[in-house]
């Protein structure tokens, strides 16, 4: 009998998409036991008798304001406020504060009436307490940026576009949820790393494709790929004598260490590695096995040969535009202090024997094998699973 068209077929449908939903079912709680048992421990007798705060705040009146611009510093402002501002969170909420604001070419902005602002309100032993301002409230203008950014997704990519953006809110979750505090009891970076990125993976690939066929060659090929930038940052930076110690953010990690926090700081480096990694394997592993999937689809004559071959053919075309667009990405998060280096005129072996060099070097280059070699892994498993498939 011939079902009515315009009504939507729930048990095929299901039926169709059962190992997606058992995949995604099985993630979800993965995910929520790893919240619960990561869940961070509080205990309200333990406040310390001074501690500071970070509330929301509004500015009701500037009282006094000697901001300039200063033409040495390209026009930034030097100076300080001294301003009324309205708390709206927090245990002093409602209540109207005196607070400074101190204004400096790398710190701080002119503030006026009407601004929201961040403040830091220390409170003392004997309850008094003072406040200045942090910074300007920048939230609600990064979620309108944020905002725009899922409308052009949404409207350009539709249900695919709908479907990425549900799986960068999930890789952000894993990273900030599990991730970060995994590290900050103690696993190990490297593993822990490597698992989360898997785990992104197999969650993002179901969510846009699927528990089908070229998912999972995508999902293979993605994980062998982030495995190669792992193995060849850990052979970079043995052979360049370097690791995680040597990053230049790492000072405030290395005194939380040495005060009790056992996070591993040495796998820092290639677990950056394996990380920005991620995005551009999972994006090559997924246009190889699409388009695989298609050539079957046009010519279901082809054998495993001849497919390999084609995912080859298309990989190769995407080397050039992916190695740059990796090797800009480290460049370009770098670039204020390449500047600096430049303008300090050092000589080319100086430069290259640093720290930095090395680092920079081995996360570039890294990144980009990652993604090279997943190009070769990808069109295997899919050539032979798609030829398999057709052999049926």
């Known amino acids: 009998m011939k079902k009515p068209q315009g009504k939507l077929d729930i048990s095929g449908w299901l ?6 939903i058992a995949v995604l079912c099985a993630a979800a709680l993965v995910f929520v036991l790893a919240c619960l048992w990561l869940r961070p421990e509080t205990d309200a007798s333990a406040q310390a008798a001074e501690y500071v705060e970070y509330e929301k705040a509004v ?3 500037v009282l006094t304001d000697n901001t300039a611009s200063d033409p040495a510093s390209d026009g930034a402002w030097r100076g300080e406020q001294t301003l009324l501002a309205e708390v709206k969170t927090g245990q002093y909420a409602g209540e109207t504060m005196m607070v400074y604001n101190y204004v400096g070419p790398v710190y701080g ?4 009436e009407g601004d929201g602002v961040s403040l830091t309100i220390s409170t003392h032993a004997g309850g ?7 910074e300007y409230n920048r939230i609600p203008a990064l979620l309108a940026v944020i905002a ?4 052009v997704t949404a409207l350009v990519g539709r249900k695919t576009g709908i ?5 960068l809110v999930i890789t952000v979750l894993c990273l900030f949820r599990i991730l970060l505090p995994l590290l900050m009891r103690g696993a190990p970076t490297l593993p822990a790393v490597f698992l989360v990125c898997a785990y992104i993976a197999v969650v993002s690939f179901t969510i846009l494709g699927g528990a089908h066929r070229k998912s999972v060659c995508a999902m293979l090929g993605t994980v062998a790929g982030t495995a190669a930038a792992l193995l060849f940052g850990l052979l970079a930076q043995a052979l360049a004598r370097v690791d995680g110690l040597r990053l230049a953010d790492v000072q405030p990690l290395l005194q939380l260490r040495q005060t009790g926090t056992p996070i591993g700081l040495r796998g820092l480096l290639v677990g950056g590695v394996v990380i920005s990694a991620l995005g551009a394997v999972m994006d090559v592993a997924m246009s190889i096995s699409s388009a695989l999937e298609e050539v079957h689809g046009a010519n279901p004559a082809l054998g495993r040969r001849e497919l390999f071959r ?5 990989g190769r075309d995407m080397v050039g535009t992916m190695t740059n667009t990796l090797i800009l990405a480290f460049l370009g998060s770098g670039f204020t202090l390449i500047l600096y280096l430049y303008s300090l005129g050092l000589a080319k072996y100086q430069l290259f024997t640093s720290a930095y060099a090395a680092i920079e070097v081995i996360s570039g280059v890294a990144s980009s094998i990652g993604m090279i070699l997943a190009i070769p892994v990808t069109a295997l498993i899919s050539a032979a699973m798609i030829a398999r498939r057709g052999e049926k």
């Open 310 to 314: 084609s995912g080859m053919n298309i």
């Open 148 to 151: 725009a950014f899922f409308l």
């Open 128 to 134: 008094d307490h003072a406040a200045t301002v942090y």
């Open 109 to 112: 902005v002119p503030l006026k």
């Open 15 to 20: 039926k169709r998409e059962k190992w997606s």
């Open 163 to 167: 479907k990425s953006l549900i799986g």
């Open 59 to 61: 500015v009701t009146d």
